[in-house]
Structure formats: C-alpha cells, structure tokens
C-alpha cells in the first residue's frame, strides 16, 4: 500500500507538500496540487489515514444522536423525528462535521453510548440514571431534548404547553364543548382507552413532553368548564392505525379532536372519510408538530420547531461549555380541518361492504 512518502518521492516534493494537498490544498499553487494528485492516482494512494488524523487532533468531528426509541428507528422518514434530524445535519454540514445514528436497541443500551466514536451526543427519550451516568463517563458534551436536564446536564425543550393550550383554545373559539383526545404512547404496546371517570394518573400521557401538552389542553379547556378528566382520551404510539377508530368509537359525540402527533391527526381525518363524516364539516380535527405531511393535509397544528430543535442542540454539542438549558416557542397554524361544530352528528363505526349476488 503506497503511502505519503511514497507520493512525495514519486512528485519529487516535500511528505509535508503532500500532506497540504490532501488535508489544506488552498496552501498548494494549482500546478504542484495536479502533479502530486496524478502521483497518487498513480501509486493508488486515496489519502492520509484518517484514523491517524484523528488521533492526533484527539477529536473524531462527530455528533453522535440516541433516537427516541425503537418505533422511530424503523420509521425514520416520516413524522417529527425526520425534521429534528435535518436541523441536526445542517449544523454538522456547517462544520463539516459527522452525523452518527447511535442505537440502543440491544440488551445492554449502553454499548452504544461507550463505543461510540463520536465528540458528543444528543439524546433523545426516553433515557435513564444508566444512560446519563454511561454519557456522564465519556466525559464528552452532551444534550438531552424535550426533558429537563437538571443542573448538570444542558437540555433543549419546546414550549409544548402553551402551544397545546393555544390549540384548545382555538377550538374553544370556534364554539367546540365536546373533546376527544389522541395521546401518546412511548411504546410498541397496543392502544389504550381512557374514558372519563376513571383513574388515569399520569400513564394517560407517555413522556414528560406529552404530560406538559394534557396541561396545556386542561389550561384552556378548565375555564370553560370542561374537566380535563372528562374528556375521552386513547394513548397509542403516532404509528398504531387502530388509533383513530378506537377514539370515535371512545366519543361518538365529539367534535373536536386534539391529537398529540400529525400523524394521528392524518388518521383520525382518514377514519373520519371512512364513516362518511366530513373534516371539518362534523369533525374539527388538530395535530402537533407541523411535520412536512400536514400542510398537504391541509391540518391545523402547532409547529413544534422540530429543526430549530436540533440545531440548536447540535450547537450546544460543538460549543460545549458550561450547562445551558433553552425553551423554544411553539406556534399554532390554522389551516383547514378546523371551523365551527355543525349540528351533532354520531361517529358511527363504517357499515361492512355488502356481498354481491351471484345472480344474474
């Protein structure tokens, strides 16, 4: 295998003038950048060793992401988690930096975070005291998002609660009283039904993210009168198309739904067409996030700045530091699956296609 000494023989220049034209060629004339290039090809030579680089600057220029659980790995192109990972790379691209999938998906979930070879990491939830304290070894930068990362560890969240309450309250506006809500799910589990009266405690939303969108809902929805506690809600994952069938059926009566992902939004508009009803006719439908799917939709929801997101915790990453811990606004986007409830109309389930006769 040909190596840096070889080229520069081969050029008849300096091993430090080869060096330039792989790593700084802006400091090598054109001419003397073409000959030591047409050596290399040549002899076969594709570059200095990076891991040799590496080594010596003791950095891998490398963003290592922990996603938020074994559901988004396998839907990695569609819903929120596709425009966090944008703002993420724009960033990377910005510094010419890396962008490393780290999984823990397997038994021990913290191999990743010690074998990764990476300068930092963003993490996403769920996580646990084993994953800070294996982060909290690496001794590498580190940001947790959409939790609060307490004193030691920087965080990047959204203002999810006003953006929820700002949801409800435009249905409110509208002259909506009868709620249903689709929440979230952190796990592959089937869907469940929380209907009113019952005691739900906190499982009826699944991360601190979605807990601090119930309260934003209760905030607008209380001085009305409606008791969060009354409203029907399911909990499933954004990508469980039983979802939104579950929920009509939960709440025949409702006219207004407030979904905790877009993508549950898009299905209870499609279960919605499928029982005959019209959106926003019989159903005012509002989603959260403002994934690339919904303005085609056409769906009110709040745009959760998911890119910013991960911008701004890619930046904390490379700037390191201090701990810092930011807020972004969230900010509701009126389209058109929202207007005044119509005369109440029951979400009855689909009628079953009729067979055919076989006569005549």
């Not at 089937?190 to 993210?209: E, Q, S, Y």
């Amino acid at each position: 295998m040909a190596t840096l000494e070889d080229v520069a023989r081969a050029a008849g220049v300096s091993r430090s003038t080869v060096s330039y034209v792989f790593n700084n060629p802006e400091r090598v004339g054109r001419d003397m950048r073409l000959r030591v290039e047409e050596a290399a090809r040549r002899l076969g030579f594709a570059g200095p060793d990076p891991k040799g680089r590496l080594l010596r600057a003791g950095k891998v220029n490398a963003i290592g992401v922990i996603p938020p659980g074994a559901y988004s790995m396998a839907n990695m192109f569609t819903g929120y988690f596709p425009r966090f990972m944008a703002g993420v790379a724009e960033v990377c691209d910005e510094r010419g930096a890396s962008l490393t999938l780290v999984s823990g998906l397997d038994d021990d979930k913290t191999w990743g975070i010690r074998n990764a070879l990476v300068d930092g990491f963003i993490v996403s939830p769920p996580h646990d005291a084993e994953m800070i304290e294996s982060l909290a070894l690496r001794k590498l930068p580190f940001v947790v998002i959409d939790v609060d990362g307490g004193a030691k560890v920087s965080s990047v969240n959204i203002d999810a609660r006003s953006g929820c309450r700002a949801a409800a309250r435009h249905l409110l506006d509208l002259g909506h009283r009868r709620f249903a809500i689709l929440s979230f799910l952190r796990d592959l589990g089937p869907a469940l039904v929380h209907l009113p009266r019952r005691d739900r405690g906190p499982g009826v939303a699944g991360m601190p993210l979605d807990q601090q969108k119930l309260l934003g809902y209760a905030d607008a929805l209380s001085p009305s009168g409606i008791d969060i506690d009354e409203v029907p809600v399911v909990q499933a994952h954004p990508w469980d198309r039983a979802a939104a069938a579950l929920l009509l059926d939960a709440a025949p009566d409702a006219t207004a739904i407030l979904a905790m992902a877009d993508l549950q939004a898009i299905e209870v508009m499609g279960e919605a067409r499928r029982r005959g009803l019209s959106v926003p006719g019989d159903l005012s439908v509002v989603g959260f996030n403002n994934i690339p799917e919904a303005a085609p939709a056409n769906l009110t929801t709040v745009d959760s700045n998911g890119a910013e997101k991960g911008r701004l915790a890619a930046r904390l990453v490379f700037a390191g530091g201090p701990v810092r811990h930011e807020t972004l606004p969230t900010t509701l986007m009126v389209r058109g699956t929202t207007a005044p409830p119509a005369k109440r109309r029951v979400h009855r389930k689909p009628r079953p296609a009729r067979a055919r006769s076989k006569a005549g």
